[in-house]
Nanobody, 124 residues
Framework: QVQLVQSGGGLVQAGDSLRLSCTFS????????MGWFRQAPGKEREYVAA???????YSAESVKGRFTISRDNAKNTIYLQMNNLKPEDTAIYYC??????????????????WGQGTQVTVNS
């Protein structure tokens, strides 16, 4: 059984930094693509950043230059480093992963496995 367990998040001030973690487990689980998404109240789930198993990374225009996705293979963990946070970054953040990838890293429905979500609140 594959599980994604998130940690991090919290309440910060504008301009602060946070790092989210997502540790995955499951026998022989090797994700081909991993991503971070967020969902603000009353809005649809929004793509934030993604990484393919090759190490290629992608990020949404709204966070480019501020957020960085990375991974630690030895710990089966991916991270989302968030710098210079803004009030509009307030949302529940989710990590996601899938063992197969054929395109569309920014589309939530291509991901089979999801973390439990973690709240990030940025005050102005």
């Amino acid at each position: 059984q594959v599980q994604l367990v998130q940690s991090g998040g919290g309440l910060v001030q504008a301009g602060d930094s946070l790092r989210l973690s997502c540790t995955f487990s499951g026998r022989a689980f090797s994700p081909a693509v991993m991503g971070w998404f967020r969902q603000a109240p009353g809005k649809e789930r929004e793509y934030v950043a993604a990484m393919k198993s090759s190490g290629t990374t992608y990020s949404a225009e709204s966070v480019k230059g501020r957020f960085t996705i990375s991974r630690d293979n030895a710990k089966n963990t991916i991270y989302l480093q968030m710098n210079n946070l803004k009030p509009e970054d307030t949302a529940i953040y989710y990590c996601a992963a899938d063992p197969y990838y054929s395109g569309g890293y920014y589309i939530p429905r291509i991901y089979t496995y999801w973390g439990q979500g973690t709240q990030v609140t940025v005050n102005s």
